[in-house]
């Protein structure tokens, strides 16, 4: 994990993460801090062959400014961009264009090789790995899409509390590991509250690890019922059904 804090922390990095698979890398959201949160992992952009993104909001993709211009001018290479298709027009037109406009670069398409991707459809990103994009609640209008990779391991965007989806994810659909947002202090408004997950059935707490949190996290060690934390700079290895 390259951070597991809330847009507003300072004591955590945004809650991005690396996934290898592979030999592969896929950065899963690239926000404000990512791109010294992979430099305190020893890592650069050079090294990151795709991104995948679940929402336009700065913790998540306010790092993708210097992903594209690192790579272009850099490295010369143009990762992956994997998006769903209704968030391309937005990222672009919205948030990237007014830094990477240039003559003759006039498109998201110039830094990045643009991979739409439909929601609630398998698609493989990398050898061995797949996603399926899951359109959850967030802001109202304003699409966000949590991710369930390989049928086994739901990773939330920010969403709010949706706790008919996690039972069917967990009793329909045999997720094993469930990583999912979480605000401390309630009410969640935007983000699922702790007060509520700890609501929660034991089979679905017991799969389930909180990140996206403020920086106070450590006074509620202890506190999260059978659920337990992401830590931020931990390597989580997963075999497709279980992490250690
Ligand atoms: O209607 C809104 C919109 C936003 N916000 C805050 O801004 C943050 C943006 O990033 P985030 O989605 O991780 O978390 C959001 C909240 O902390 C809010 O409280 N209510
Ligand atoms: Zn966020
Ligand atoms: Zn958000």
Same mark, same amino acid.
């Given at each position: 994990? =390259? ?22 890398? =896929?950065? @899963? ?5 990512? %791109? ?14 795709? @991104? ?8 998540? $993709? ?11 001018? @850099?490295?010369?290479?143009?990762? $992956? ?6 968030? $391309? ?8 264009? /007014? ?8 498109? =998201?398409?110039?830094?990045?090789? +643009?991979? &739409? ?8 990103? =990398? %050898? ?10 967030? $802001? %109202? ?18 969403? #709010? ?12 659909? /045999?997720?094993?590991?469930?990583? *999912? ?7 969640? +408004? +935007? ?20 990140? *996206?949190?403020?920086?106070?996290? &450590?006074?509620? #060690? /202890? ?6 934390? +992401?830590?931020?700079?931990? @390597? ?9």
């Amino acid at each position: 994990m =390259l951070g597991t804090g809330s847009a507003f922390a300072k004591a955590f990095n945004n809650n991005n993460a690396l996934l290898k698979a592979n030999g592969r890398n =896929l950065l @899963v959201d690239c926000g404000i801090t990512a %791109p010294k949160a992979l430099h305190e992992l020893g890592y650069n952009f050079g090294e990151i062959d795709a @991104v995948l993104l679940t929402h336009i909001h700065a913790d998540h $993709i306010g790092g993708m400014e210097e992903f594209a211009f690192q790579s272009k001018f @850099v490295f010369g290479r143009k990762p $992956i961009l994997y998006i769903a298709d209704t968030l $391309i027009d937005t990222l672009w037109e919205h948030s990237l264009r /007014g830094g990477l406009q240039q003559d003759p670069a006039d498109t =998201l398409s110039d830094y990045f090789d +643009v991979r &739409p991707l439909a929601a609630d459809t398998t698609h493989e990103l =990398l %050898p061995g790995l797949s996603v399926e994009l899951m359109l959850t609640p967030h $802001i %109202p209008n304003k699409p966000s899409y949590s991710l369930l990779f390989n049928d086994t391991f739901f990773y939330s965007a920010d969403m #709010v509390f949706d706790p008919d989806l996690l039972h069917s994810l967990v009793h329909d659909r /045999g997720v094993q590991a469930l990583f *999912h947002d979480c605000q401390l202090h309630p009410p969640g +408004v +935007v983000h699922a509250s702790l007060p509520q997950l700890l609501t929660l059935p034991l089979p679905i707490q017991e799969r389930t690890f909180l990140m *996206h949190y403020g920086d106070d996290q &450590p006074e509620f #060690v /202890g506190r999260t019922g059978a659920m337990r934390f +992401v830590e931020q700079h931990r @390597v989580y290895e997963w075999d497709g059904l279980t992490f250690a």
